[in-house]
Structure formats: structure tokens, C-alpha cells
């Protein structure tokens, strides 16, 4: 049975295209079936452990490649359904390659030419099985007896497909096992027996039941329970609780919408696009709160001619929204040069400079990195906006940042990304703690930069898209503190939309993916005094 006839269950799945082109990077090597993926060896069909090719780049009958058949043909390899193929090349260079399963999967979808459901489904099963990793390999590893670390890696990426379909889709289980053991063929020489007995004992109880079997008793390790019930590291569950005042309901309520496939976003760029034309064009629906948003529901946004045009881009709804607050921000005097310190790759410049060009306004946009810079260049092409390739921190070292001289100022600064992670659900499993203390120091670095980058009475907006105490309260107090630079904080919850609900106390803002539909965005005003 092949992906075209099993949907999985529920509204993660859809006959819509999505995923089928939604931009992404495709770097040389990165082609289906081939011998390279991503930029290495990719083991090729029916090889031992360990082993490589001969200089031939054929793979005999005989285990080594030294090829002693007088010349016949490789064993033919078993049949695999290309929306499986696909989603196990895509989850296998994440884990292999360290790629992104964003990057890699659209490119995969072109060569392999999945179109419609096919590649709705290997999208699914690629997102899905990324998301839910932590708890399928917990369970994987007592199907079979031992850590999931000691199973071989191909074999283990396909058991990990296998189980996916057979806890969180309607897939049948025995096509879900027969499927995966015909993958096992491919990936793992000897190990089809072990693969059938593994989902064999996978499928003999439900996800919840699993859940039952192996999570932490709630009342004694309430965190360790919410991290293997909903798939999350459990120091990411600690920062979330913490983040959400302890309140473990909300936080249950997070970890679950994290686990949801996002829709996509699109920001009708002002003055060029109009947000409900944008939306019939594309077959969206405008957005719930920022005024340029239009929401996707599936399809290949970058095949819509808005975006070839420059008219719109693709950008989540809570990035447009801090965006625009820096931009609406009541300011006094002169309000011609902006800033965006941290631009790469692009989106917030984008919205900046459309918004720019209607109040005569200029749009200064500063990348450390040069391919990041290349991409703000693409971003803002035809807008008022200057690129500068150099690091933001050389405020008042380099005469093209002058200080005090700057009317607004965004600081998008690098995070953990923790924010984000239902759209790229492999950081979770990336992160660690010990990213944090260099990230802030970065964090603060950049914002002290911005703060004498802005003129007296001019505004600094400060963004992460993580809602990590570290890296928003403690990042931002203790920047504002050290920076030799009077400044007070501005309520950044009149910048948003009237009647945005759970905005808090103030005067910072927290959006967050199970209460506004947004990335967990977290947004700072500060006003030089």
C-alpha cells in the first residue's frame, strides 16, 4: 500500500500540496537516489555496516564490493513507495547530516516529482516523526530490548518512520509494518526479522497506552511526564513551565500545539499588496491580527506569483507583529533612518522597508553573515534599504554606523529558536543548555550596540523568538543595566493589536503558539531618554 491511499488520521494531514515547494536551499549533492546526500557518502542500498563502495562506485553481490561474479548485477533492490522513500531520506540527512528537515525536504519532493497527496503525506510523515522523536524512541527502545543509540542508524531511522504511522496516523498496521520492513530491506542488510518484531510490539499498544507504560508518574516528576508524553527535552519543558509562571495546564496546552503542524504565513508587504486581494489570490484567509498577515492552509507558497514579485513574502504572523510595533511606536522629532541590526535573512527588513517607503523613511540593514546578507539583498530589492555585510556590535567603531544617530532600532538577535519549534521541530532535539551562555552574551552585546546606535528619544525594539526567561527578562534587564545609556522601557502592549488577548502584565510582550497562533515571540520597547 503506498502513501497515496493511507491518510493519516485527523487534520495533520490534508490532500493540499503541502510542502510540495515551500522554498528551502538546495546545496549540490543534495539529489534523490543518488549516490551523495547533502554533501556526503550516502550508504547506498543493501550495504553492511560501515562499509564503502568500491572505487567502482558498484556494489557486488559480495559483502566489501570486491566483485568475484563475474560481473552480474547487484541484488535488486526491494520495492519502497517514494512518499516512504522520501520522508526516510529527509529524516535520515537530519540526523546524519545535520540538515534541516525545511532545507532538504522540498528539494527531495522536486527530484523524486511527489505532487498533491503523495507529498502531503511525506511531508507529514517527515514533520511528524521529527516532532514526536523523544517519545517514539523511548518506545522503540522497549519494543526492542535495548538503547534505540545501539540499533544501527539507517535501520533506526526507518523503525522511527514505522512507528510514527502506527500511532499517529490511520496507516493500518500491518501496512505500516510490511512498509517498513520493505524500507529496512533497503537501508539494513540482515536486520528485516528484528525490524518486524520491534513494530510488531510497537503496534500491540496504542500511543497513550505507551505513554501509560513509560512516562514518570505525573504527581512525583511532572516534567519528566509532560517531556515523554509530548515529546520535548525536558529542560525545554522546565524553561516553558517556568516561562508560563509554573501553570502546568498552559503549559501541557504549549507542548500540544507544538506538536500541530503550523499553517503557513504570508505578509502582504504594505503598499504593495493588498492583505484580502493577497489572500483570494493565494486561496488564504487574512490573519487574525497583524493587518499584512494572510494565513495558507497548504500548497507551495513559493509558487505564487506575489512572492516572485516581491509583493508578499513568507513570514510567521508573529514576527510581522513585533515588526510593526517598532514601527507604529509613537516618536518624537526626526523618524527617517531605521535600523535592523540582526536583518539575515530578511523577512522583518522586508516588512520594514515596505513601511519605510511610505513615510519617506530609509531602512539600514546589518548582517554579519555575507550568504545572510546575500539573502536581505534578495529580500528588500526595490525597497529603501541599504545592506551593510559587517557585525552589528561595531556601533560607533565603524563610521557606517554612527552612534546616536539612528531613529528606530530592531534587534532580532540570534536565540535558541525554542519560539519555533513546531515549524523546525528537529532544534528541539539540538539545543542544549550550555547554547545558552553564549547566545546571551551575544544578546546583550548586540542590544548595549543598539542602544548607542539609537538617538536620544529614538526607540530600540528588542525580538527573540524564544520565550526563554534567559534570554528575553534576564537578557534585556541586564543589557539595559550595563549599557552606560539612560533608558525606560515603553508598554509594548498598545503596539499590538486592540483586544490581542493574553499580552500580560507588560511592559514586555510574550506571544506564544497556543494562545495567539504565532511563534513565541518575545518583544522589548526600550526609549533612549
Request: contains cysteine; aromatic residues 4%.
Amino acid at each position: 500500500m503506498t502513501g497515496t491511499s493511507e491518510r493519516p488520521s485527523g487534520d495533520r494531514f490534508s490532500g493540499e500540496r503541502h510542502g510540495e515547494r515551500s522554498g528551502g536551499e538546495r546545496s549540490e549533492g543534495q539529489r534523490f537516489g543518488g549516490e551523495r546526500f547533502g554533501g556526503r557518502e550516502q550508504r547506498p542500498p543493501g550495504g553492511q555496516r560501515g562499509e564503502r563502495p568500491a572505487r567502482g562506485g558498484q556494489w557486488g553481490a559480495r559483502a566489501g564490493g570486491d566483485r568475484r561474479d563475474g560481473g552480474r548485477r547487484p541484488p535488486a533492490r526491494p520495492t519502497v513507495d517514494l512518499p516512504r522513500q522520501v520522508a526516510y531520506e529527509a529524516v535520515a540527512a537530519v540526523h546524519r547530516d545535520d540538515a534541516y528537515a525545511n532545507l532538504v525536504l522540498p528539494s527531495l519532493l522536486r527530484d523524486a516529482g511527489l505532487v498533491g497527496r503523495d507529498a502531503a503525506f511525506a511531508t507529514e510523515l517527515t514533520y511528524g516523526t521529527l516532532r514526536h522523536l523523544g517519545t517514539l524512541d523511548a518506545i522503540l527502545g522497549d519494543a526492542a530490548g535495548r538503547d534505540v543509540q545501539r540499533i544501527d542508524p539507517p535501520v533506526r531511522d526507518a523503525l522511527r518512520l514505522g512507528a510514527y504511522q502506527l500511532l499517529h496516523t490511520r496507516v493500518p498496521a500491518h501496512a505500516a509494518v510490511s512498509s517498513t520492513v520493505d524500507l529496512v530491506k533497503s537501508v539494513g542488510v540482515g536486520a528485516t526479522g528484528f525490524a518486524n518484531a520491534v513494530l510488531r510490539e510497537v503496534a500491540g499498544r496504542d500511543a497513550d497506552a505507551w505513554v501509560a507504560k513509560l512516562a514518570p508518574s505525573a504527581e512525583s516528576d511532572p516534567i519528566g511526564h509532560l517531556a515523554l508524553a509530548y515529546s520535548h527535552p525536558q529542560w525545554i519543558v522546565r524553561a516553558f513551565a517556568e516561562a508560563l509562571g509554573g501553570d502546568l495546564g498552559e503549559t501541557t496546552r504549549l507542548l500540544i500545539e507544538d506538536n500541530e503542524r503550523p499553517p503557513v504565513h504570508l505578509c502582504a508587504r504594505p503598499g504593495l499588496a493588498d492583505p484580502a486581494d493577497l489572500a483570494d489570490e493565494a486561496g488564504g484567509a487574512p490573519g487574525a491580527f497583524s493587518p499584512y498577515a494572510v494565513y495558507l492552509s497548504g500548497g507551495a507558497p513559493g509558487d505564487l506569483p506575489a512572492l516572485a514579485q516581491g509583493r508578499a513574502h513568507v513570514q510567521d504572523e508573529g514576527s510581522q507583529l513585533v515588526a510593526n510595533a517598532l514601527a507604529v511606536a509613537p516618536l518624537d522629532g526626526p523618524d527617517g533612518r531605521w535600523l535592523d541590526l540582526c536583518a539575515g535573512p530578511g523577512g522583518k527588513s522586508g516588512l520594514l522597508g515596505a513601511l519605510a517607503a511610505q513615510r519617506d523613511a530609509r531602512l539600514t540593514a546589518v548582517e554579519v553573515s555575507e550568504h545572510r546578507a546575500r539573502l536581505v539583498e534578495q529580500a528588500t530589492r526595490g525597497l529603501p534599504v541599504s545592506v551593510l555585510n559587517i557585525d552589528g556590535r561595531t556601533v560607533g567603531a565603524d563610521p557606517k554606523l554612527p552612534e546616536a544617530h539612528f531613529d528606530r532600532v530592531l534587534v532580532d538577535a540570534p536565540c535558541t529558536g525554542l519560539g519555533s519549534l513546531r515549524r523546525r521541530p528537529e532544534s528541539r532535539w539540538r539545543r542544549q543548555p550550555s547554547d545558552l551562555p553564549p547566545l546571551t552574551r551575544l544578546q546583550r552585546e548586540l542590544l548595549a550596540a543598539a542602544l548607542r546606535a539609537v538617538r536620544p528619544g529614538g526607540l530600540v525594539a528588542y525580538v527573540t523568538c524564544s520565550p526563554h526567561t534567559v534570554e528575553t527578562h534576564v537578557t534585556v534587564t541586564e543589557a539595559a543595566r550595563r549599557s552606560g545609556v539612560p533608558v525606560d522601557f515603553v508598554d509594548a502592549r498598545p503596539l499590538l493589536p486592540a483586544g490581542m488577548p493574553g499580552l500580560g502584565d507588560g511592559p514586555t510582550v510574550q506571544l506564544w503558539p497556543h494562545r495567539h497562533g504565532t511563534d513565541a515571540m518575545f518583544l522589548a520597547m526600550l526609549r533612549r531618554t
